[in-house]
């Protein structure tokens, strides 16, 4: 494979890995935080759903409107924070959905909270007015002039009328009865246990209507009362009308108890759904983890055998070149021995200068021509033998401006070791020797 087209696919590969990583690490990045976002929108949901219950018990107690505002405002956040994991919900859209539905219902019933709880409290308050109108006549109008009498009764040492004796017996009765209905009403109030004060409503009537009986028998031979047949009909008419407070206030306990049925069942499914969804969340959490770790390790892996690839066909180009570089060496070596071969089998001197003509071979035939030795001759340029009468200026251009191909003929005048001189035809031309450019020359003694 050519060498251009391995660095391509290399470079391609490296690139295509790093845009995977990113790419694989921005997709379970994002689905790792739209999960935790998801888990915490839907634990604050739960919370807030648990914080409404105690605050709609102390609403239909009380029905304190600051109790009231906060269950609107956790209504409505939990809506907006149902609504804002929709877009990223992914699978999981149909239980948001669903939970989002229960909340409708759940608020639906909840506003029907309102208005009986208002009542209620209204009602209460005009129990408690009516209540006290009921003791404080009773007390000011029938037990205070009966203890009266009774009192003249006794500083006179008289007997006590046993008519009197009976009727304030009874009186205190009422007001005892009157009292046990008052805890009563406020138990129901708290506690809102209808059927137990059903149950004991019952007796307190029947006591009450007893009380009463005996005080309409008693009051035909009390003379010291003035008008006890028309206090008997107010306290009568008081009654009834608490009688008919009570029976509106537990009407709407009744219809609140209905309603509170119904958001119980709705609020266990919502708890279901969203005890499902969180485990599905945390589920999916665990298991993107993993898919993470197992992605990152499968990618690491084929990472390291893709440069484990990358590395043998590197060593093995690195290895075929290596013999390439050996075998070029080689056939250079080869080449250069064939050239000395040649050069000493020659008929004349054969000098290789370089370009700037210190000599780098000789022949055998130079070194006698000249009287010099192998090793002085490597170590002379070409200069040094030259004549210096011959214009060596004139040589020199022609031997910069040799083209490989084009050899050329001069003659010169050549001096030996000894300082005589003989005139030579010199031949020259470009070779390349031992990857370097060099100056082949031929010289050949013209003495006639």
């Not at 409505?76 to 219902?105: C, H, N, V, W, Y």
């Not at 000011?140 to 009197?164: C, L």
């Not at 021995?337 to 780098?360: N, P, S, T």
């Amino acid at each position: 494979m050519n060498a251009n087209i391995k660095v391509v696919i290399i470079v391609i590969s490296a690139i295509s890995a790093c845009l995977l990583v990113i790419v694989s690490q921005e997709f379970f990045h994002t689905s790792e935080l739209n999960n935790h976002l998801t888990l915490s929108h839907i634990n604050a949901v739960v919370i807030l759903l648990e914080n409404i219950l105690p605050l709609k018990s102390n609403f239909v107690q009380n029905a304190d409107i600051a109790n009231w505002q906060r269950i609107t405002w956790s209504i409505e956040t939990m809506q907006k924070k149902l609504e804002s994991i929709l877009p990223f919900a992914g699978d999981r859209k149909d239980k948001i959905r669903q939970l989002r539905q229960k909340l409708d219902d759940y608020n639906g019933l909840l506003t029907q909270l309102y208005h009986p709880a208002i009542n209620i409290k209204e009602k209460k308050r005009m129990y408690r007015e009516a209540s006290l109108l009921f003791s404080r006549e009773l007390e000011e109008r029938i037990i205070i002039p009966v203890k009266r009498e009774e009192g003249n009764f006794r500083k006179s040492n008289k007997p006590i009328d046993p008519v009197i004796s009976q009727f304030l017996s009874n009186t205190y009765d009422l007001q005892a009865f009157h009292v046990k209905n008052q805890v009563l009403f406020l138990v129901l109030a708290f506690h809102d246990n209808i059927e137990g004060y059903k149950e004991e409503k019952k007796e307190i009537v029947s006591v009450v209507e007893k009380a009463q009986k005996e005080l309409r028998f008693l009051s035909d031979e009390l003379t010291v009362i003035p008008e006890i047949h028309s206090t008997l009909d107010s306290l009568e008419n008081k009654r009834l009308l608490l009688n008919n407070y009570e029976r509106e206030v537990i009407g709407y306990f009744t219809h609140l108890k209905d309603i509170n049925v119904q958001l119980d069942k709705i609020g266990e499914r919502f708890f279901l759904v969203s005890k499902e969804l969180l485990i599905k969340i945390d589920n999916d959490i665990t298991f993107m983890s993993y898919m993470n770790h197992v992605f990152n390790w499968g990618l690491l892996l084929c990472i390291l055998c893709g440069l484990g690839l990358l590395g043998f066909f590197l060593a093995r180009d690195i290895i075929h070149f290596m013999r390439h570089i050996k075998d070029a060496q080689q056939d250079l070596q080869e080449s250069e021995e064939r050239f000395r071969r040649l050069i000493e089998q020659a008929a004349d001197a054969m000098f290789l200068c370089d370009i700037d003509g210190r000599v780098i071979e000789v022949n055998n035939l130079g070194c006698t021509t000249l009287g010099y030795s192998r090793e002085e001759m490597l170590s002379l340029c070409i200069d040094d033998f030259e004549d210096v009468t011959v214009d060596k200026i004139h040589k020199k251009a022609i031997r910069d401006n040799l083209v490989p191909g084009k050899p050329v003929t001069i003659e010169g005048v050549y001096t030996r070791k000894d300082g005589t001189t003989f005139p030579v035809e010199m031949r020259m031309g470009v070779i390349v020797f031992s990857g370097k450019t060099a100056i082949l020359g031929c010289a050949r003694d013209i003495t006639r």
